[in-house]
């Protein structure tokens, strides 16, 4: 498994794990981050990355991009 950050803009990727505290996790779920779910890199500027998820967009800094993982 890699962390999303390893994801090139434009690709779709499905997530398989998240890893982190509960709150950290519950957090991620809450904006559309959840198990088997398909999540398109939208761009990337300095490690930090703008996500579309279940038809949002949300954009993530390096620390929680690296807790979302998938293969």
Do not use: C, W, Y
């Amino acid at each position: 498994m890699l962390p999303l950050t390893m994801a090139q803009p434009g690709e779709t990727v499905t997530i398989k794990k998240i890893v982190g505290k509960d709150e950290i996790r519950q957090h991620l779920a809450e904006l559309g981050f959840v198990l088997d779910t398909q999540a398109t890199v939208v761009s990337e500027l300095a490690g930090n990355l703008i996500v579309q998820v279940k038809n949002s967009r949300v954009g993530l800094d390096t620390t929680m991009a690296n807790r979302i993982m998938f293969g």
